[in-house]
């Protein structure tokens, strides 16, 4: 189920671009262009993009955010923090897609408040099936909050 109001927004927070490339590519033959997907490269223009400050500030904040870990700038541990702080943000549900599968990396994102964590697979058609059965579950299965 996505969200009953509105378009589904996702964000998608990401520095590898070959790895953006797969993951929109996933999520739109999944939802098609009934869905809104942006992509940043690092953690402050996430954090920008959800304050809707600078060149983000006339944007709708997102139905979901799906995160890299490793970033440049602020990672997404640090990401995970802030939004688990802020009122306003922590309903937005948060799915880590990383290439760590280290135990570590998991508790501590769940931690601080991921909704799921997904370890990307090595090969680009493991991570389009990986990713193409995330987005089956949160845009077709789950019921997204809509944003404050």
Same mark, same amino acid.
Not at 4 to 20: F, G, I, Q
Not at 73 to 101: H, M, N, Q, T
Not at 106 to 131: E, F, H, I
């Given at each position: 189920?996505?969200?009953?109001?509105a378009?589904?927004?996702?964000?998608?927070?990401e520095d590898?671009?070959?790895?953006a490339f797969?993951?929109?590519?996933?999520?739109?033959?999944?939802?098609?262009?009934?869905?809104?997907?942006?992509?940043?490269? &690092?953690?402050?223009?996430?954090?920008d993009?959800?304050h809707? %400050? /600078?060149?983000? @500030?006339? +944007?709708?904040? #997102?139905?979901?955010?799906?995160?890299?870990?490793?970033?440049?700038?602020?990672?997404?541990?640090?990401?995970?923090?802030?939004?688990s702080?802020?009122?306003?943000?922590r309903?937005?549900?948060?799915?880590?897609?990383?290439?760590? &599968?280290?135990?570590?990396?998991?508790?501590?994102?769940?931690? %601080? /408040?991921?909704? @799921?964590? +997904?370890?990307? #697979?090595?090969t680009?058609?493991?991570?389009?099936?990986?990713?193409?059965?995330?987005?089956?579950?949160?845009?077709?299965?789950?019921?997204?909050p809509?944003?404050?």
């Amino acid at each position: 189920m996505t969200p009953p109001t509105a378009k589904p927004r996702v964000l998608l927070a990401e520095d590898n671009l070959d790895h953006a490339f797969f993951t929109t590519r996933a999520f739109r033959e999944v939802h098609g262009t009934e869905l809104e997907m942006v992509t940043v490269t &690092d953690g402050e223009q996430l954090l920008d993009y959800l304050h809707q %400050r /600078g060149e983000y @500030s006339d +944007v709708a904040r #997102p139905h979901l955010i799906v995160l890299d870990l490793k970033m440049p700038k602020k990672g997404g541990l640090e990401v995970l923090e802030e939004l688990s702080r802020d009122d306003r943000l922590r309903s937005i549900p948060v799915v880590v897609l990383s290439s760590s &599968d280290r135990p570590e990396d998991v508790t501590q994102s769940y931690a %601080r /408040g991921a909704n @799921s964590y +997904v370890t990307k #697979p090595a090969t680009a058609s493991g991570l389009r099936d990986g990713v193409s059965a995330l987005a089956r579950y949160w845009m077709d299965l789950a019921t997204l909050p809509e944003p404050a």
